[in-house]
């Protein structure tokens, strides 16, 4: 590369431009990042099959959600359908906004029934949820 100057007319300059260097850099340095995460595509778990209730909580504060295999929800041993579930929880957490929510399935409930309870939770917006793996115990 051949640059002039007003010194002298035929003085070379041999500097290498690294800004296009930089510029693969990022673009390089953006792609893996947007496409590690990808690759994870799943893991193999070995979940507990039970559980018992957090330490020092005050299991006054604790209500349960029950989901059966035949699709029934239960909000603290009492039977209701989803429209009801929902107004009975708002009011609960509206009432209490630090009382703690745990939902138990049992092994044959559907996958969608449990996401609807979830979705229901996340919805009214309560922070304090929990997911209990063995529906007989507690």
Do not use: C, H
């Not at 994870?40 to 295999?69: C, F, H, N, W, Y």
């Not at 409930?109 to 917006?125: I, P, R, S, Y």
């Amino acid at each position: 590369m051949r640059r002039f100057s007003d010194q002298n007319k035929l003085v070379t300059l041999s500097d290498i431009n690294v800004t296009p260097l930089l510029d693969l850099a990022f673009v390089l340095l953006i792609i893996f990042m947007i496409t590690t995460p990808l690759l994870d595509q799943g893991m193999t778990l070995d979940l507990p099959s039970g559980g018992v209730a957090d330490p020092g909580m005050d299991p006054e504060k604790i209500r349960v959600v029950e989901i059966t295999a035949e699709g029934d929800y239960f909000l603290d041993q009492s039977e209701m359908p989803v429209s009801e579930l929902r107004t009975s929880i708002g009011q609960t957490f509206q009432a209490d906004p630090e009382v703690f929510f745990y939902v138990r399935a049992d092994k044959k409930a559907t996958w969608e029934m449990v996401a609807n309870v979830m979705d229901l939770l996340t919805k009214l917006g309560i922070p304090n949820v929990s997911m209990r793996t063995d529906f007989g115990s507690e």
